[in-house]
């Protein structure tokens, strides 16, 4: 990786950061809280992925976590997560959207001499593309709205 890689991919790194903890801040000055009872019960769906908890705590260790330090980052995460669908709301994707999409991909698939798949078996996943796209830009706005609001301290952080 040459130097000019490296220097944008850390600038990328430290923007994503930058990013999570000014809406982690923005959370929990705006009130949003989790319950432990909640972190606990999260905890506990994880938990449950793994046979025992003897592979539980091989995985934290092969990912270089403790129990308590892996409950942090779940509050944090799922306080980011309520404060954003309170700010963004549910999503959803229109028939009209979906269809364009498949529309695109009929066109693209037919024009690499492919047969495209039905529209009821990729509406799942076109659906799930559209709702994505409009979660991210939406998301995107929002911390943009963020930055100006907080201008001052992101540049004391240098980004």
Do not use: H, W
């Amino acid at each position: 990786m040459d130097s000019k890689m490296k220097e944008a991919l850390e600038k990328s790194v430290l923007d994503q950061m930058i990013k999570a903890e000014l809406v982690l801040r923005t959370a929990e000055k705006d009130g949003i809280s989790i319950e432990q009872k909640e972190v606990d019960a999260e905890l506990e769906k994880i938990k449950a992925n793994f046979e025992d908890e003897k592979k539980f705590k091989e995985a934290l260790k092969k990912n270089e976590l403790t129990e308590n330090k892996l409950k942090d980052q779940l509050q944090k995460q799922m306080t980011v997560t309520k404060y954003l669908d309170s700010k963004i709301g549910k999503i959803e994707a229109t028939d009209q959207e979906i269809q364009a999409l498949y529309d695109q991909y009929k066109q693209q698939t037919e024009s690499q001499k492919q047969e495209p798949e039905a529209l009821e078996k990729m509406k799942p996943q076109l659906e799930q593309q559209i709702v994505s796209e409009k979660e991210n830009e939406k998301f995107n706005k929002l911390v943009e709205e963020l930055r100006k609001d907080n201008e001052d301290k992101v540049k004391i952080i240098g980004a």
